[in-house]
């Protein structure tokens, strides 16, 4: 039961705390420092490449293509003067000498060299035009050269940064993922009570890919496009400061729209976020509900809830898709408007000479450069927003303090985890869980027993609500080897008082002492490898039922199985399987009867060979013949062992060490069965009804 379904993901997010959530991003980022220093090395020689390409360009039309004249060198007014364009030839070159001698019409003749005009260089063949211009061809055959190893050399670092980032990217999600994962494991049952199990797997799937363009492409692409944009800028200035100045006036509109823009997305990414995780939520409350779904014709009702909801995330995505639709539009007019400029200011100071056409042409090139990374830094800006609203939604996660005050149950499972924690650390490959050495060394420091000898509750009470209590001053005590009943109505608090001795939840008051220390001092791993616990309603996990029952312990030997089988009675049943004890079971164990799954619940009970048996209603919903199984099963598991068992059917208790009567959360009746009924109390009352039943 959901307790408080908006718990915190439905509540508003005010101001954008990007900085603060880019600075606790950073440890995962952090820890791969030297893959992201040497993408962000990539990126700067990227840039370079990027920026030598027009200007590349400038050289081949200035000096080549189309080279400037020299006639201003001469003493010639007229010449000085004139706007015609000139082709200089070298008088040196016998072949040249020749086609010079050949027209002298068109060629001007200052000492060792002559100049053509470019207008009459039509009336020579192409031979002729081959050998006057061999020096220019060459010289442009150097520029294609040099031109494609710097396209050649930018295709490989690209290939290599994007390699680096997507790897590193790839090695910072699966930390954070890990780090989350475990971080839910550690929480107590009242988060998950509150949380649906949609809403979480939103968080630790779609929230964290939501996080890759973040580490794979914001993160190095801020810095590359920060270099080129100043390295533009430079370019710029110094190729025409007054050209420069006019291409930046549209700046100040770009910026205004870029923020503008991105406050927008950021609302628009924060209700995505919201509606993902309820349609999750929905999707996975309809799976496991299809029976009452199906068995109560609300199939048209469910379909219109979803529909409604789906309704809601489409309207979601549509504001998204409007911001972009016309924050682009805007970012590519105001670019735009900046070239027409540059082109109707420079085309005249090109006719003027005041610059040269290789020059304009650069100018153009580096202005429509200059407007992509300022249209890329927008993009990243939303990719981060989109980012953004994700990590706030994971860190609300991993701010909640609802843990038992220590360590998490992954990291204290010794038996399961200790060869990958050595794994990890020796190979250091995908990197520790943060703060998993911490964790580590708390479970070392915390107090610990090797047995227990007592169980006292001193005034304890309890609640999930605030202020609705379910338990209220609980006191008792619970000895070595005694086995103590819990009876009561449905709503008594049997089940509440049962899940605070392993720590599920922690007392509102009061306290709960094991051999005198107070129950929040001991770390969960010393206490829960003493207890085991068999439910009404058995969780098995999809898989064989040998890895059910040993639960991560893997040394557990054939001769040893085949005693806990024994003992639970499970021997019978599974005998009876093709695949006998390694059958693959379905999730929740639904390919097996109930009561099948409550001796296999019980066979991993003898298998963690606990202290304290912990047993609620484990005899609920089973037929007689299958109760008796485990009824029997029952008595091998408690012989010998302190138990506490929460039961419905008195007659299941009758010989229990004592019998605790809870109504309405309170302790009313204590002692053994035949005292209770000598009392003739609430206890008695119950016997006789339950004897008519």
């Known amino acids: 039961m959901h307790f408080d379904i908006g718990y915190f993901e439905e509540k508003q997010l005010g101001k954008s705390y990007d900085l603060k959530l880019l600075r606790r991003l950073y440890p995962f980022a952090g820890k791969h420092k030297l893959l992201l220093i040497s993408s962000i090395l990539l990126v700067v020689l990227i840039t370079g490449l990027d920026l030598a390409l027009p200007y590349i360009t400038k050289i081949a039309i200035d000096n080549y293509i189309v080279p400037q004249t020299e006639l201003a060198q001469t003493k010639d007014y007229y010449v000085?003067?004139?706007?015609?364009?000139?082709?200089?030839?070298?008088?040196?070159?016998?072949?040249?000498?020749?086609?010079?001698?050949?027209?002298?019409?068109?060629?001007?003749?200052?000492?060792?060299?002559?100049?053509?005009?470019?207008?009459?260089?039509?009336?020579?063949?192409?031979?002729?035009?081959?050998?006057?211009?061999?020096?220019?061809?060459?010289?442009?055959n150097l520029v294609a050269t040099c031109f494609l190893a710097l396209i050649i050399c930018n295709f490989i670092f690209n290939f290599g940064q994007m390699f680096l980032m997507?790897?590193?990217?790839?090695?910072?999600?699966?930390?954070?993922?890990?780090?989350?994962?475990?971080?839910?494991?550690?929480?107590?049952?009242?988060?998950?009570?509150?949380?649906?199990?949609?809403?979480?797997?939103?968080?630790?799937?779609?929230?964290?890919?939501?996080?890759?363009?973040?580490?794979?492409?914001?993160?190095?692409?801020?810095f590359k496009d920060v270099f080129l944009l100043s390295g533009i800028a430079v370019v710029l200035i110094s190729l025409n400061i007054k050209l420069a100045l006019i291409s930046f006036a549209v700046l100040p509109l770009?910026?205004?729209?870029?923020?503008?823009?991105?406050?927008?997305?950021?609302?628009?990414?924060?209700?995505?976020?919201?509606?993902?995780?309820?349609?999750?939520?929905?999707?996975?409350?309809?799976?496991?509900?299809?029976?009452?779904?199906?068995?109560?014709?609300?199939?048209?009702?469910?379909?219109?809830?979803?529909?409604?909801?789906?309704?809601?995330?489409?309207?979601?995505?549509?504001?998204?898709?409007?911001?972009?639709?016309?924050?682009?539009?805007?970012?590519?007019?105001?670019?735009?408007?900046?070239?027409?400029?540059?082109?109707?200011?420079?085309?005249?100071?090109v006719v003027s000479e005041s610059i040269s056409l290789g020059s304009l042409v650069a100018f153009i090139a580096y202005v429509k450069m200059f407007f992509r990374p300022i249209r890329d830094i927008a993009e990243k800006y939303n990719v981060l927003q989109n980012a953004m609203a994700s990590a706030e939604r994971i860190f609300l996660i991993l701010d909640t303090k609802e843990d038992t005050k220590e360590d998490t149950k992954e990291d204290a499972q010794k038996d399961a985890n200790q060869d990958s924690i050595k794994s990890i650390a020796k190979n250091n490959i995908h990197g520790t869980p943060l703060g998993l050495r911490n964790i580590i060394q708390k479970v070392k420091n915390k107090q610990s027993f090797d047995k227990i000898l007592e169980i006292t509750f001193k005034e304890v009470s309890f609640c999930y609500l605030k202020n609705e209590f379910v338990l209220k001053e609980i006191s008792f005590s619970i000895h070595a080897g005694e086995t103590i009943a819990l009876v009561g109505q449905t709503g008594s608090?049997?089940?509440?008082?049962?899940?605070?001795?392993?720590?599920?939840?922690?007392?509102?008051?009061?306290?709960?002492?094991?051999?005198?220390?107070?129950?929040?001092?001991?770390?969960?791993?010393?206490?829960?490898?003493?207890?085991?616990?068999?439910?009404?309603?058995?969780?098995?996990?999809?898989?064989?039922?040998?890895?059910?029952?040993?639960?991560?312990?893997?040394?557990?030997?054939?001769?040893?199985?085949?005693?806990?089988?024994?003992?639970?009675?499970?021997?019978?049943?599974?005998?009876?399987?093709?695949?006998?004890?390694?059958?693959?079971?379905?999730?929740?164990?639904?390919?097996?009867?109930?009561?099948?799954?409550?001796?296999?619940?019980?066979?991993?009970?003898?298998?963690?060979?606990?202290?304290?048996?912990?047993?609620?209603?484990?005899?609920?919903y089973i037929d007689s013949e299958t109760e008796l199984k485990i009824q029997d099963a029952l008595f091998n598991l408690i012989k010998n062992r302190t138990t506490l068992i929460a039961a419905h059917r008195l007659s299941t208790v009758r010989n229990a060490d004592k019998i605790i009567l809870l109504h309405k959360g309170r302790i009313i009746e204590t002692g053994g069965h035949y005292e209770l009924m000598q009392k003739k109390g609430l206890y008695f009352r119950l016997n006789q009804i339950q004897s008519y039943l």
């Open 80 to 140: 000085l003067k004139s706007k015609t364009r000139y082709l200089k030839v070298d008088l040196n070159d016998p072949d040249n000498q020749a086609i010079v001698n050949k027209y002298p019409k068109i060629f001007k003749i200052f000492g060792k060299s002559a100049f053509i005009s470019f207008k009459h260089l039509s009336s020579l063949d192409n031979k002729e035009l081959s050998v006057l211009r061999k020096t220019d061809i060459a010289g442009i």
């Open 166 to 222: 997507e790897y590193t990217g790839q090695l910072i999600m699966h930390d954070l993922r890990m780090h989350l994962y475990s971080h839910i494991q550690s929480l107590k049952l009242s988060f998950f009570a509150r949380n649906p199990v949609g809403r979480l797997v939103t968080r630790v799937t779609n929230d964290i890919q939501n996080m890759h363009e973040l580490f794979t492409s914001v993160v190095v692409f801020v």
């Open 254 to 349: 770009v910026v205004f729209a870029s923020i503008y823009f991105a406050s927008q997305a950021r609302d628009a990414f924060r209700s995505l976020r919201i509606k993902i995780a309820q349609i999750n939520t929905r999707f996975s409350e309809t799976i496991a509900g299809i029976k009452v779904i199906q068995l109560f014709l609300q199939e048209k009702e469910n379909y219109n809830s979803f529909k409604k909801l789906n309704h809601e995330y489409y309207l979601a995505g549509m504001q998204q898709i409007h911001v972009f639709a016309i924050f682009m539009p805007v970012i590519e007019l105001l670019g735009a408007i900046a070239l027409a400029v540059i082109i109707y200011f420079g085309g005249g100071q």
């Open 493 to 620: 608090g049997k089940t509440s008082l049962i899940n605070l001795v392993p720590k599920f939840y922690d007392p509102t008051s009061g306290l709960i002492l094991i051999n005198g220390i107070d129950i929040t001092k001991l770390d969960s791993f010393g206490l829960r490898t003493k207890m085991a616990l068999v439910t009404q309603d058995p969780f098995l996990f999809s898989g064989t039922i040998k890895e059910n029952i040993a639960c991560g312990k893997k040394d557990i030997s054939e001769k040893e199985m085949r005693d806990i089988l024994a003992a639970s009675n499970c021997d019978s049943f599974i005998s009876k399987l093709p695949l006998g004890i390694d059958t693959v079971l379905s999730e929740g164990g639904e390919s097996i009867s109930s009561g099948e799954r409550q001796l296999i619940s019980m066979a991993r009970a003898f298998a963690r060979n606990p202290e304290i048996m912990i047993l609620d209603e484990a005899t609920s």
